[in-house]
């Protein structure tokens, strides 16, 4: 089976541009995890939802992000625009949304914004 | 409120040494989940095990044992002969056991282990 795809796996992008972070979950899952890795802030997580609809966007930083799911198998976390700090590996993550079951991650996007 | 606690920011051994990763938690459900990943260098975060709150059995799997116990809120995680290989960040987390937490996980803040031949 396949896992969590992301893509792309790197992006480099100038201050002001706009970035999308794509996530294909695990087919049959139905929760889906954005998080973001530094090494000031460690892992933190973003937003994540629930058969398709935004459940806690309370890790999103600032009103420049926003993520969408518009069906179960498709997600996306856009930056508009994007600043120098936003710079991080950009996981996302899936998993049967019953409390106890493990989340299987993708590999990650790097982002770099200079 | 849940929270991780991985007291350890950084490890270091040399191989074939034992060492202990820890991880205390704090939740007020009396059913939860915990785990531990790895994450190598390679970046990517890789599901350990899952233990949940009725069974404080301590497990073993090959090299790797974990240790829980209710009554110190610890989970801890032991590798015996330690291996170059296992030198990786290792996360510690905690999950509600009832539906409405949709799978969300909360995370500790990591150990970097680091092994030397």
């Known amino acids: 089976d396949a896992g969590v795809i992301q893509s792309p796996r790197h992006e480099v992008t100038e201050m002001g541009q706009e970035v999308t972070l794509r996530c294909k979950p695990i087919s049959g899952h139905n929760s889906l995890f954005w998080y973001r890795q530094t090494m000031m802030r460690g892992l933190e997580l973003l937003i994540y939802?629930?058969?398709?609809?935004?459940?806690?966007d309370s890790g999103m930083p600032e009103d420049r992000f926003s993520a969408k799911m518009p069906n179960a198998s498709f997600s996306t976390l856009k930056i508009q625009p994007s600043e120098p700090r936003d710079s991080a590996v950009y996981f996302c993550?899936?998993?049967?949304?019953?409390?106890?079951?493990?989340?299987?991650f993708g590999p990650g996007t790097r982002l770099t914004v200079l | 409120a849940q929270k991780v606690t991985q007291a350890q920011t950084e490890i270091s051994v040399v191989e074939k040494e034992d060492v202990t990763l820890d991880c205390v938690y704090e939740t007020r459900d009396t059913t939860y989940y915990l785990f531990w990943y790895k994450q190598p260098p390679s970046g990517e975060l890789v599901f350990l095990i899952r233990r949940n709150s009725f069974d404080e059995q301590n497990e073993i799997s090959g090299r790797y044992s974990w240790n829980f116990q209710k009554s110190t809120s610890s989970f801890n995680f032991t590798i015996t002969a330690s291996q170059v290989v296992d030198s990786a960040v290792y996360f510690c987390a905690l999950s509600e056991a009832k539906w409405t937490s949709y799978g969300k996980l909360t995370f500790g803040q990591g150990t970097i282990l680091t092994v030397h031949p």
């Open positions: 939802f629930n058969n398709n609809v935004p459940i806690d």
């Open positions: 993550a899936s998993s049967l949304s019953r409390g106890g079951n493990e989340q299987f």
